[in-house]
């Protein structure tokens, strides 16, 4: 079992920029993968970014050069920093953990709202 629990989410002006950070605790060595998904009001959840425990890392292209995803493996939590954040963004963002036995873990949820 994985536990997470999501932090760092708000409202923000367009163009600004918010962290948000995941740590993980329970059976954490058990994880491969971190991701982040995200879901907005009548759309479908989607797959933002993801980081493997060795620090590959992969992103949805609406993101790519204004999010970054990091992993501190000493403390077992994941980051996402988003910059030049868009109305777009708007949406509730799930922190994912995928264990090598394929088993998901997913976190509460965080509510990110962009708009002036």
């Known amino acids: 079992q994985v536990q997470l629990v999501e932090s760092g989410g708000g409202l923000v002006q367009p163009g600004g920029s918010l962290r948000l950070s995941c740590a993980a605790s329970?059976?954490?060595?058990?994880?491969?993968?971190m991701a982040w998904y995200r879901q907005a009001p009548g759309k479908q959840r989607e797959l933002v970014a993801g980081?493997?425990?060795?620090?590959?890392?992969d992103y949805v292209e609406s993101v790519k050069g204004r999010f970054t995803i990091s992993r501190d493996n000493a403390k077992n939590t994941v980051y996402l920093q988003m910059n030049s954040l868009e109305p777009e963004d708007t949406a509730v963002y799930y922190c994912?953990?995928?264990?090598?036995?394929?088993?998901?873990?997913w976190g509460q949820g965080t509510q990110v709202t962009v708009s002036s």
């Open positions: 329970g059976s954490t060595v058990s994880i491969n993968v």
């Open positions: 980081i493997t425990s060795g620090g590959t890392t």
């Open positions: 994912v953990a995928v264990l090598h036995t394929l088993n998901r873990y």
